[in-house]
């Protein structure tokens, strides 16, 4: 789509980034949750500390817990990457098509080679919603890999970081999205 034709409503664009976000919350967890499994142990517990190394790690855990061990913890960001992956593109993508008719959202911010107002706002909910979501669940997960006991009231312990890191990362990804959807 070039940057001249007609979007679909709002909430159509919406729905669209919401399925498609869905699909890469599943695939991202699926893929990468074993890895990260291996990350967070080679952090967090003494067994894999040190100069055990990544193969070795990886060896030990399936010796141990089989295919299931890379799957420790998994439940929480699956359900969670679904739900928080598929609403930061829904958010992003219903603010960006709903400001559209706002010819203030739509002026580019000086000095930045394009981008709009309304990419910058409309990353910035995104990411921001994101970080809400995402918060328990990365709690959760990093719990659960390490064998820890998880408690509900400590949910959004950290969340400032995560917000900051999810508001510069999503921000920038949808700034650098939009720079190459207009003018490509």
């Not at 409503?9 to 919350?25: D, K, P």
Request: glycine share 10%; with cysteine.
């Amino acid at each position: 789509m070039t940057h001249n034709e007609k979007r679909q409503a709002w909430y159509i664009e919406g729905l669209y980034t919401l399925i498609g976000g869905t699909v890469y919350g599943a695939t991202s967890i699926i893929v990468g949750h074993p890895l990260d499994t291996i990350k967070t142990k080679m952090q967090a517990q003494t067994a894999f500390m040190g100069n055990r190394g990544l193969l070795n790690s990886i060896t030990e855990v399936y010796r141990t817990d089989g295919v299931k061990g890379f799957y420790a913890g998994a439940v929480p960001p699956l359900i969670g990457s679904i739900i928080f992956r598929s609403l930061q593109f829904s958010v992003f993508e219903s603010f960006y098509t709903y400001t559209e008719r706002y010819a203030a959202m739509k002026k580019e911010i000086p000095g930045t080679y394009g981008v709009q107002y309304r990419v910058l706002a409309g990353g910035l909910a995104a990411s921001f919603a994101r970080a809400v979501v995402e918060s328990p669940f990365e709690y959760a997960k990093v719990k659960r890999q390490t064998g820890q006991v998880w408690h509900l009231r400590n949910a959004y312990h950290g969340f400032a970081a995560l917000c900051a890191r999810t508001n510069i990362m999503m921000t920038t990804f949808f700034v650098f999205v939009d720079s190459l959807r207009r003018h490509t």
